[in-house]
Every structure is written in C-alpha cells, then in structure tokens.
C-alpha cells in the first residue's frame, strides 16, 4: 500500500466540530445563512474558491477542463465524470514524456454530460429541479500522494470554513461492506469521520450501489464516502439520506481507488484475487467529485438549482421569448400544462447545447452526435408548443449562456456564431418534421379511440422516421394521457439492431494489450520504457529513395494470454516489448507500421510484426513468433518500407490539404480529425454546407502548387509553451507531449520563433512521420466528400499514383458522358432509341458514382448526367403518347365501343401498354378494355381499365386474374389496374382474358396457369 501524507493532529484538532463555535463558528455563520445563503456566493465565486483553496493551501496543481467529447475513449459518449481525462493515468497507460504521467494531486472544474450512456439523467431533466445534462463537476485528486484521512479532512475544511456551510446540515455514508463479494466495511473513513467530530448518528453506512464506485465494467473501483446536505436543518434527517429525498441532497463523492474489477459483472461474482475479480491496485488513489450546481443552491440559500445565478438570468430571457407567465419553480401536477418543466428543459438544455457545440459535439444520426440531436430537439418542442416561443429563440438564448460560463469557459465566446448557426439550422429542419409527427399522433389517437396504450410500431416510426427522440414521444403521449407501448418498441429497436450489427469475430488485439497489472510488474521491476525515437531516423539518399535503417533490440518483455511471461514458443499470438524499436505505434491518426524482426542466431526465420501500440510508455509489438521466442533474446528490426513510405506520402498530404481548406474556405476550419493509411487519407473539418465543384478545385489547385514547389518539410521539437507562439500553428483536440514535435512545410521551425513570415503556410504540431519534401507526393485528388453531421464534413483523398489513375478514370467518363451528350438529339427520335440512351445514361451514372475520380468533376458529370436522364425521359414520355394514340385508334377502328375489348398492342413497357388503355377508355367509356403486349421472350404485359359505374367487374380482379393464370402478378384500383405474367399461346390469353370479362361465360379460375 503507498504512503500518504499524514494530517498533525493538531491540525485534526483545529477541525474538529467541538472547536467549531470558538475556532472557526463565528466567521461560518457570518458567511452563511441557511434561509437566504450569502449573496456574496456567486456561481463564479464558488467555483474559483474550491480552485484556489486546493492550489494555494493543498499545493494541488489546477488542470482545464477537458472537452465533453471523450478523448480516445470509445465506451464515453460525453465525459462524464472529472476522472475521465486522468483515466490513463488510473490505469497506469499514461505515456511516461507526457505532463499527466508527472501528477501527483490536481484539482479542477471539468465539464460533464450525463445524457445517454451508463449515466443517463435525460429523462428526469425537467421533472425536478436538480437534475440536468450539463453541469459542472469540482474535483481535487490525488494519484498515489495522499489518501483517504487527507481527502476528508480538506473536504470537510472547504465546506465547513471556507463556505462557512453549519456542520450541523451535513450527513457522511461509508461503505457498509459485501460479504458475498469478499469486501469488507470502510470502518477506515468512519473513524475518520468520527475523528473530524461528525457525530456517530451522522456517519452512514450503506451497500454497493450507493457507496461503492466502479469506473465501468471492469478497471478501477473501491468505496467511496458521501456528504449530504440537508436543506431543512434543525432536525435528525438520517432517514432521507440516500431516498432521493430532494431535501436531504449529496453534495460530495469522495472514492477511494483501491482495487481493479477484472470480471465483467463484480456484483454477481466472488471478488477474490485468484478468482481473478478484486485485485488491489499497485497505486492507491483519490477521486473525489461535487457538483457546482448543488454547491451554489446550499450556498445561495436555495432549493432549487434553477433558483441560482448560474439558471436566473437565463429563466427571464426565455419568460420574454414566451407567451406564458413568469418561471414558478412548480414541479408535478402543481405545474399546470408543464409550463415550468418547459423552463427547465429549455434552460438546461440550451447550456448543453453551447457547451457540446463549442467542444465540437454537433447534431447528428449516431453516438454522441445523436444524443445531442434529441436534445435539441426535445427543447425545440418544449419551446415552441409549450412556451409558445417564436422559432429563433432557442439560439437567442446563447449570448446569456455565453455570459453565465463565457468567463470560465472562453471557447463560448469563441464559437458563439458557430453554435447560433448550428441550432438555428436543426431548429428549422425539427419544426417541419414536429408538424408532420403532431399530425401522425392526432390521427393514431383517434382511431385508437378510448384506448390507453399508443401503439409501439407508431412511435418506432416516428422516432425512426422523422427523428423523434421515444423520450420526447412518451412526453407528448403523456400530456394527452396515454402510454406508449415501450415493449413493443424495445422489441423492433432490439430487432433493428440485430439486422444492423454484424457478427464479429474475437478482438485479436487484447490478447497483446497490456493490462493495469502487467505494466505495474514492468515498472516495478525497473523495466525502463521503449525508446522509440528510432522510428524517426530516416533520411533521403543520394538517388532521391528513403532510407529506413534497421535497429537491434533487446527483448524486455513477452505478454500473451493476458500474462507476462518469460518465453514463447513457436506459432503463438505474442505482445513483444522491445528496449527500444523503430517501428511506428499508432496515434496520431497514423496508423501503425508493419515488418519483421529475426531473432539473432536464427537468421532465416521472420517474425512478422502485424501491429503496434503504445501502452504506459511501453511500445508493444504484436507478433506471431516463427520460432521461440525469451526474454533477454537480441532482435533485429525491418519495417515494411512500402508500407511506411505510403503513410509518410498520406500524412504530409494531410497536413498541406487542412492548409488548403483554410487558404480556400477560411481560418474558421477547424480539423475534426484524421486518419492516415498507406491506400488512402481521411481527414474531418468544420464547415457550413457542402463544398462546391469551384472551391473543390480551388483546395486541389492550392495543393498542387505545394507539390509543385518541392518546399522542404522542417521537423523540430520544441517545448510546448514556446510552441504554442507560433503564428498560424494548428492544433487539435489532444493530449500533447512536452517538447512536442513541430512540422512546417517551407519555413524553417527556428525562423517561425524569431522572424515570423506574412507568408502564409502549414504548421502542426505532430508526432507522426512525413517527407522530407512536398514534391514526393506527386499529386493529390480528392475523390469523396460527403456531410457526417451539420457542420462537418469529411474528404478523402488519393495520392501519387493512385491520383493519377483517379484523374485518368474521371477523364475517360468525360469522353464518355460527351459522346453521350452528342447522341441524345438522335436518340430521342423514336422510343426504342430513346429507351436505350435513358439505359445508357443510368448505366453511366452508376459509373460516374462509384468510380473513384476528382470529386469535382464527380459533382459536374452527376449534373450533366440527371439533366440527361431528365431530358431522355421527357422524350420517351412524348413518344410513347404518340404511340399510344396511333394504336389506340387502330384499335378502336377495329373494336368500336363494345361491352368487352381484349387485343394486344406493340410495347415494350407497361406504360405505353397503360396508354394505350387510357386513351382507348377516353373515347370508348362504356367499355371494359384489356390489352397485352407479348414480348419475344414470352413475357407478357397486361393493363386494363373498366367504367366507373361497372358492378361486375373490378379492373384490379379481372388483371389479377390473368396475370395469376399466366404465372404473374397484378395490381391496381376497381378502375384501373396493371401486371405481368408469362406465357406463349396469347391467343389462349386473350380468349381466357375475354371469358373472364363476361360473367355468363367466366373461365374456371383456378385452372393451371397457361404458359407454354
């Protein structure tokens, strides 16, 4: 167990509640009222008061907040808790060079969404007053420093001294203990509670759901101590605590990390080290966690959150939006039409918005994305049907959250414009589609008539159909007092799902990923990180080819099978960390190198190197070994040079490609992310709308210039604050090492710092590899961008020869759609012609599409082409009228205006045959008329039309009937109907279609088909 840091006990002494009304009580109740609070505690205040009292007096280093969007954590839609940017760190993966591997006690106000996910408070906002999706988590941690008596007691000064809140309103919990789960009780934090004078009645012990935490299904967990604040006071209020009693409220979590979870369900399972389930952790650590929205309503003299500065000024902004009275603070059935619970929604939910929006979290049909989707719209709804809000006034309402958190926030004022437009634009798309589901809800109901239970497959539609969020569905459904069918629809959303996913074979990578405890054994044992600076020692020879050196290494670990070990054998799906290497891991957006390594003394058998990762500042090679494989064996290693090239080639062209973005649609672009392989690169950028074909060759134009310059690509480390003054530096959302690597294409890193250039250029700050010289990628297309989400879109692009080939292909289909073009006037002269350009066309369309070419000239062509295919279409429709009336009066000169008209006709589609029929009725309306066409292969196409006012004979009976008679199908009204059927004696057709017609003579219908 690690040592921590120890209280004096005069300084415990100094804390105890007897000393209270002597030491410390006077100035307590001073600051503190328990029915007015202290006007002086401002939301801004409170916040900075936790920041400094954890810097100054605790020696906490302050740390931002991260953003909401997690980073490299794909089981977090949002982060949601303030331990999430520190979660490396929990489970030892921290990379040794980076600040956070160097942090021993921080503290923070992080930002935080809990909507969607393990943690999902969506549903309740709005309901109460104290739930929301964004709120503000103040944090202070400690990474193997201090522990549990430490965290206590500075928590405990802090509300008590600091905030002055009466020690007599506070309640603590401790974990009461789980037998079956092997985990004894917390007795530890009770006597530190009693020690701090908590009286005995006041200190709780409660079980694993309330007073145990566990990061997720498996990694770092232990128990935790809360504290309740009681709002009423003057009274013994243990009973509420832990009865979601909103006047009995947890204000602190205090975890105390002490063991890792391997198994995926630790409350079902004996938790004993050799069942594998509770280990204890190599590092103890502190995880503590309050909630600046509930800490500002105890000091404020509050009940409700929205009752404080942090809500207030945004309640009056939307009161003179709406068309309702004031803001009640009413919860339940005292709120009258849900006024209330629409303020609150609306107030949560716009903050959420401008928070998620300005991190880079925008509305979209997956993940986070989607959560953010429903959110919108869900305040669009309470806006505007239940406040009566204008359309505009949610996105109004973001310069006054800009004004609550701008200050601790600066990116809301940055990206102000930004979120406006975003929420304006989904607003508008929401408000079309809200009429059109109001509408589908009206009609269900009235025909469900007095039943109480919505229909499931109804909501399902609206939800998968126009977008409606199922929440949002059962809150509509409510206020008109009706249930929806949540079975059902859970049972065609697990139905969805089941079409949607696919199914995948084992993870092959987590048997060589080193987990929290094998990379505790590595560092316990000395073992020093790989040095991977080798991977960057490469050079230009003399005839213009890359140079990758190999590198001899020693072999300092072996991992399979979630275990170190000392040796492999041959065949076996190995994790080999080296002393040093030069192959790239991936990150950055790059993905990893591949090769090979031989064993020395066995120089003939290869051990392919498949993919490489950076763990805990351990690089680990996947491997399959050729032969045995120890600890302590010398190795030499080759990377796949193709491999590496193509990626350096991808990576360069991304960095001049975001540079071109900016140069052509502005310095807003921001990168979204990226991704680099050796076939092709992907890059993300905000941007508003679709790129047209004049700014797509505008980007291409610039990147060819760079390319055709043959600049020099300048690679420096530098450290990170003096990097960060360069001009025009482009970073993203990451994590950055400290020095960080700085990649300029043209101007040298050194002439960045001391004579910056008006010229303008590409600077990153970037751990990949790159070319030495832009001219090396020879030439870059851009052959697909679509929108992923509003205000983001994605390109891809080819480089050297493959962009070569993309620019042949998209020459030829120009020839192509031109020789096209020269036909159509001759084309169109008659129908089969004209049918078979409208075929050509489709054909060529589907080319234009799918084959990857500049997406410049794709988005020409696809123009040309639908003007084409528009033009085709017009002819064949004009012809086959033309057509259609020459057969109709043959026929009619023929026939006459009998009861019964049965013919074939000359078609080849079934809509000159229905021509034939129409216009054949139009002068002859008192009869019932079928035609077919027989076409050379035996195929048969039918359409027939009958009076309106027959009785007798229904057209869709009487063309199902020959159609099913000859093989086929049929369809249609009582008055018009269409099929196909097969056969190749028409005349027994026609006759067999003519008996039908006349009921005096009708044809056993379920004879055998006719058709040969």
Known sequence: MAA???????????????????????????????????????????????????????????????????????????????MNQFKPLLLGAADPRSEMAHYRRVANSQKCVRAGGKHNDLDDVGRDVYHHTFFEMLGNWSFGDYFKEEAC???????????????????????????????????ETREIWLSLGVPPGRVLPFGMGENFWEMGETGPCGPCTEIHYDHEGGRDAAHLVNRDSPEVVEIWNLVFMQYNSVTLALQVTLAL???????????????????????????????????????????????????CGEYGGRTG??????????YRVLADHVRTLCICIADGVYPGMSGAELVLRRILRRAVRFSTEVLQAPPGALASLVPTVTQILGEAYPELHRERQRITDIINDNEAQFLCSLKQGRRVIDRTLQKMGGANMFPGSVAWALHRNLGFPLDLIGLMLEEKGVAMDSEAVDRLAAEEEKLR??????????????????????????????????????????????VFPPCWARVQALYCSQALVPEVGEGQRCGVVLDQTCFYSEQGGQTHDRGYFLREGLQDVLFPV?????????????????????????????????????????????????????????????????????????????????????????????????????????????????????????????????????????IPVPDLLTSPSDRPTSVELCCGTHLLRTGEIRDLVIVAERSLLKGVSRVLALTGDEAREAREAGHALVQEVESLSAQQPSASSTLPTAHRLSKDVGLLSDAVDNTPMPQWQRKELQQRLKTMQRAANTAIRKLETSEAAVQALALLEKHGSKAVVVDTVEAESISVVMKVVNQ??????????????????????????????????????????????????????AIVAKGVGTTHDITEALRWAEEFANPTVRPNTSSAPTQD
């Open 4 to 82: 921590y840091m120890r209280i004096p006990k005069t300084c415990r002494r100094f804390l105890n509640a007897k000393y209270f009304s002597s030491a410390i009580g006077v100035r307590a109740q001073l600051a503190f009222s328990s029915t007015t609070g202290n006007p002086e505690f401002t939301s801004k205040r409170v916040r900075s008061m936790f920041t400094e009292f954890f810097r100054d007096r605790h020696r906490h280093k302050l740390v931002p907040s991260s953003p909401v969007r997690p980073r490299g954590d794909p089981s977090l839609l949002f982060v949601n808790a303030g």
């Open 153 to 187: 007691s500075m928590a405990w000064e802090l509300l008590t001294q600091e905030y002055g809140v009466p020690a007599d309103r506070l309640y603590v919990s401790y974990f009461s203990g789980n037998a079956a789960a092997g985990l004894p009780a917390d007795l």
């Open 273 to 323: 080290e050799a069942d594998g389930g509770l280990r204890a952790l190599p590092r103890l650590s502190v995880d503590t966690g309050m909630g600046l929205e509930r800490l500002v309503t105890v000091l404020q003299g509050q009940r409700s959150n929205y009752h404080t500065d942090l809500f207030t000024p945004l309640l009056s902004a939307i009161h003179q939006r709406s068309r």
């Open 333 to 342: 059935r005292a709120d009258e039409g849900s006024v209330d619970m629409a």
């Open 501 to 546: 996913t696919q199914v995948q074979g084992p993870d092959r990578e987590s048997c060589t990923e080193l987990d929290l405890h094998s990379l505790s054994e590595l560092q316990g044992a000395g073992i020093p990180h790989t040095d991977d600076s080798p991977k960057y020692r490469y050079s230009l020879g003399e005839d213009g080819r890359y």
């Open 610 to 746: 498949e993919a490489v990762q950076q763990v805990g500042g351990y690089v680990v090679h996947q491997v399959t070994t050729g032969d045995t494989l120890k600890i302590g064996d010398t190795v030499q290693l080759f990377v796949d040079e193709a491999h590496r090239l193509a990626c350096m080639v991808k990576h360069t062209a991304t960095h001049i490609l975001n540079f071109s973005l900016r140069r052509v649609l502005g310095e807003g672009v921001e990168q979204q992310g990226s991704h680099v392989t050796p076939d092709r690169l992907r890059f993300d950028f905000s941007v508003r709308g679709s790129l047209s074909v004049k700014q797509l060759q505008e980007v291409e134009q610039v990147v060819q210039d760079v390319i055709a310059q043959n600049e020099d690509v300048f690679i420096q480390e530098l450290p990170l604050a003096l990097a960060k003054r360069i001009h025009g530096l482009r970073t993203v959302n990451e994590v950055y090492l400290d020095p960080v690597r700085v990649v300029s294409v043209g």
């Open 920 to 973: 054949y009725s139009e002068r002859a309306p008192g009869s019932k008329v079928m035609f077919l066409a027989h076409l050379p292969s035996g195929r048969v196409l039918c359409a027939c039309q009958v009076p309106k006012a027959s009785s007798t004979l229904s057209a869709s009976d009487w063309a199902l009937a020959v159609c099913t008679h000859l093989g086929g199908k049929a369809g249609g009204s």
